[in-house]
């Protein structure tokens, strides 16, 4: 004979179910704290006071009708080829991993051929962000592109 279903039964049910959903949340909150390593603004008051000059540079930048393409070389170096860029133009480029997992790295970039830029080191392999800044005096070009 079967015992019935008591109270017992369904305080072990709760107890259990319950058990399982805090287990799963420990275990995701705990992955989402150690995959994110960077912070976005350091303070983000003092970013928004900042907002509106860095609309007003962005909006000169775009006037100079500098152009430029971030990619990965076939030897695995950082590539970057320009347009409208004069001559004299130097280029920078700050990696740094999406997750903030790898030391950034900050490149000044060799000028090759037509327009083009490469770096002296391979770049490691992975995601990376890069923040390219073409430089001529006191004009500057900055972008952030991927690269994966």
């Known amino acids: 004979m079967r015992k019935p279903f008591s109270g017992w039964h369904m305080t072990g049910v709760l ?3 319950f058990g399982i959903v805090v287990a799963v949340n420990f275990f995701m909150a705990s992955q989402a704290v150690g995959s994110f390593g960077g912070v ?4 983000s008051y003092v970013a928004s006071q900042n907002f509106n000059s860095w609309l ?8 100079l009708g500098w152009t430029a393409e971030i990619a990965r070389s076939g030897d695995g170096r950082l590539e970057v080829r320009t347009q409208g860029t004069p001559e004299g133009v130097t280029a920078i480029a ?3 991993h999406p997750l903030g997992r790898s030391e950034p790295l900050r490149w000044e970039l ?3 051929e037509g327009d ?3 770096s002296e080191e391979t770049l490691p392999e992975g995601r990376w962000l890069v923040r390219l800044i073409l430089a001529e005096g006191e004009r500057e070009y900055r972008i952030e592109r991927p690269l994966g």
């Open 40 to 43: 976005v603004v350091e303070n």
């Open 56 to 63: 007003a540079a962005a909006e000169e930048a775009n006037e």
């Open 15 to 17: 107890v259990g179910g």
């Open 110 to 112: 060799d000028s090759a």
């Open 94 to 96: 700050e990696l740094r």
């Open 116 to 118: 083009r830029f490469l």
